[in-house]
Every structure is written in structure tokens, then in C-alpha cells.
């Protein structure tokens, strides 16, 4: 399948008070599988709302969203096993569980899913992000690239075949943000992973290979 994620009719409507107010319109959208597709728009332009539809983390007032196959919002169970084998997150505020160690935070999702540690696996992926030297520290030890790429770690720790990040550089200094996005890079380059990417810098958008623009909620 060329598309790993697709969306057909795809409308999210809040209402505030007697207001209703459209975040997201698309009539049709497709995202290819083991690319970088960044999404970008002013603040306001509905594109985090998006991106948490297309995970799962929020229901959309109508249409449908495939991915990786799997109608998502068909039946409630499939979007937790999605949540937990197919995609991972990450967020700009990191969320890192300060009383656990930087090893502890990434291994977190493979301790909840009761899964064994891949050893092998988490080695290249610790030396990829350059955290060996960091495991047995808090998130308060840590600068923000290093909470960051911690938290890429633990997105990248369960093998998703994607990866959503909103806003991945937003709360990190530039030098950071542009290594950080060298990570990401050679993690679609190296393990195949699709990335799907919301941000409002042109510069981190340079780096995907499509880039879709929104606004006020629709794909331009």
C-alpha cells in the first residue's frame, strides 16, 4: 500500500456556546508510507487538531481516517491497539515522567504493554539519539534536546511503522531543534519509519519530503 495514512471527508466541529467553529474541512488526504510529510499553518490553523485525529487521540465530527489499513474510527478497540503498535508521539512539551530515570521514560511503553526490552535494538537507537551517556539521569538533569530526543526514544522504542510529532522543536533552542531534526532524518532513512510532522518552521519542513499546507482548517 503507497498511502499509510489516508483521510476521506474529514470534518472536527467544537462548538462554543451557540458558535460552532470548524477546525479541520479536508475533503481528501494521503500520506505516503516511510516519508517525512510535514504539516504547516499558523497558529490557529488547525493543524495539531489534525494531527490528533489522525492518531486517535481525538474523534472527528465526520469522515473516515485509514491507517496503516485499519478503518480508525470503526470500532474504539482498534484505536488503542493502534495507539500502542502502529504510532507513536511525540509532543512538544515532552512528558516525560520526572521521577523515572531517561532509560526508565523510554522503556515505559514496552513496560505498560508488558513486551520484553530488545536489547539489540534499543543500543542503535540510544546511540543514534547520543542518550547513552545520559540513562540513569532525571528529566530535571537534562537540557531540552536531551528531554527531547529522550522523548523521540520512547516514541521510537515500540518500532511504529509512524511517528507523529507536534511541534518537535518548539520548546528547544535552534542548534537543538536542527540536530533533533537530523535524528528524525535518519530514522526514516534507517529504520523505515514514517513521519508525519506539525510545525510552523520552514526550515524544519525543509527537511520532508511532502509538506502539506492549512488554513483555517483546510488543506491549500
Known amino acids: ?26 475533503d481528501e488526504l494521503n500520506m505516503k508510507r516511510g516519508k517525512i510529510t510535514s504539516i504547516l499553518g499558523k497558529s490557529g490553523s488547525g493543524k495539531s487538531t489534525l494531527l490528533h485525529l489522525l492518531g486517535g487521540m481525538d474523534t472527528p465530527t465526520q469522515g473516515e481516517i485509514l491507517v496503516d489499513g485499519i478503518n480508525l474510527y470503526e470500532k474504539r478497540s482498534k484505536i488503542s491497539h493502534l495507539r ?14 520526572p521521577e523515572l530515570t531517561v532509560i526508565e521514560n523510554i522503556r515505559l511503553p514496552l513496560d505498560i504493554m508488558n513486551h520484553p526490552y530488545d536489547k539489540e535494538f534499543e543500543t542503535v537507537l540510544l546511540d543514534m539519539l547520543e542518550l547513552k551517556d545520559r540513562l540513569h539521569f532525571y528529566p530535571r538533569q537534562l537540557s531540552g534536546g536531551q528531554k527531547q530526543r529522550t522523548a523521540i526514544a520512547r516514541a521510537l522504542i515500540t518500532r511504529p511503522s509512524i511517528v507523529l510529532a507536534d511541534e518537535p522543536t518548539g520548546s528547544i533552542d535552534q542548534p537543538s531543534g536542527h540536530k533533533l531534526i ?36 483546510r488543506i491549500r
Open 1 to 26: 500500500m503507497e498511502y499509510i495514512i489516508q483521510a476521506r471527508n474529514l470534518k472536527k466541529i467544537y462548538k462554543q456556546g451557540e458558535i460552532q467553529v470548524t477546525a479541520v474541512d479536508i
Open 182 to 217: 537530523q535524528f528524525i532524518e535518519k530514522a526514516n532513512r534507517d529504520l523505515g519509519q514514517t513521519f508525519v510532522i506539525v510545525t510552523h518552521d520552514h526550515e524544519v519542513a525543509a527537511y520532508s519530503h511532502d509538506q502539506i499546507y492549512i488554513e483555517d482548517g
Open 84 to 97: 500502542w503498535k502502529t504510532v507513536g508521539f511525540v509532543f512538544q512539551e515532552f512528558h516525560l515522567i
